[in-house]
């Protein structure tokens, strides 16, 4: 038989085609596969190779057997309080102060540096420290800091203008903190995760509302104060 790889592309194509023939009725009498190669002569070729099976791994998964047959579970309620739609609208004095809470990363945290040297030295606000690993419903590093409602107004479109394009969560306090974090929240720029389903209400000797007690010293004049 001539070298396959000599002949012209013409014949080439019909060599194969007549190889190819006894394969198909070999596989068509029931043959097996490598039967039928070796009845085309390619058994010894790359295309006679058999294709090994999946290898599986011994033991049983640890969430147990038929997991897609399982129910689909109804979450329980993250709103403490509304089984059902409330009838009157809250007060919007139910909320007593607010936090800010700038996130940040190793490679933006001097962005996050430069906010919270201006927020010190204009605003009266509580300022925490660096949380440098995720702490509490913050899934990132950040800091925060508290401030009353009558700076709400201005603070708001100051981090607007101001954020350097960090992501910041802007939320109330009320009696319900976690309600607070995942449901009354504002966002400057981009929104992420926050890890606030576990959250509890404050227990019996502690207070309803968590409190804002600035400790900061504003000495530089807010920007824009002087318009008008």
Do not use: C
Not at 1 to 6: A, E, Q, R, V
Not at 190 to 206: D, F, I, L
Request: hydrophobic share 35%; charged share 20%; proline share 11%.
């Amino acid at each position: 038989m001539s070298d396959i790889n000599s002949l012209p592309r013409e014949a080439d194509d019909q060599r194969w085609a007549d190889l190819l023939s006894p394969t198909r009725r070999a596989l068509l009498r029931g043959g097996s596969l490598a039967a039928a190669l070796a009845a085309s002569g390619l058994a010894g070729s790359a295309a006679a190779q058999e294709v090994s099976a999946p290898k599986t791994t011994a033991g049983k998964s640890p969430w147990g057997e038929h997991t897609d047959l399982a129910p689909t579970p109804r979450p329980p309620n993250v709103r403490p309080g509304e089984q059902q739609l409330p009838a009157l609208p809250r007060a919007y004095t139910d909320i007593e102060s607010y936090h800010a809470h700038i996130y940040f990363d190793e490679d933006n945290y001097h962005k996050a540096a430069l906010i919270r040297k201006w927020v010190a030295e204009r605003f009266k606000v509580e300022l925490g420290d660096w949380n440098l690993e995720p702490r509490g419903p913050h899934v990132t590093p950040s800091f925060y800091f508290g401030f009353t409602n009558d700076l709400l107004p201005i603070i708001v479109p100051w981090l607007q203008l101001n954020s350097l394009g960090l992501t910041i969560l802007i939320h109330p306090n009320t009696e319900d903190p976690r309600a607070d974090h995942l449901y009354y929240a504002l966002w400057v720029n981009r929104s992420q995760p926050v890890n606030a389903y576990g959250m509890k209400n404050p227990g019996p000797n502690e207070p309803k509302v968590e409190q804002i007690y600035p400790n900061t010293h504003p000495h530089v004049e807010l920007e824009g104060q002087r318009r008008g």
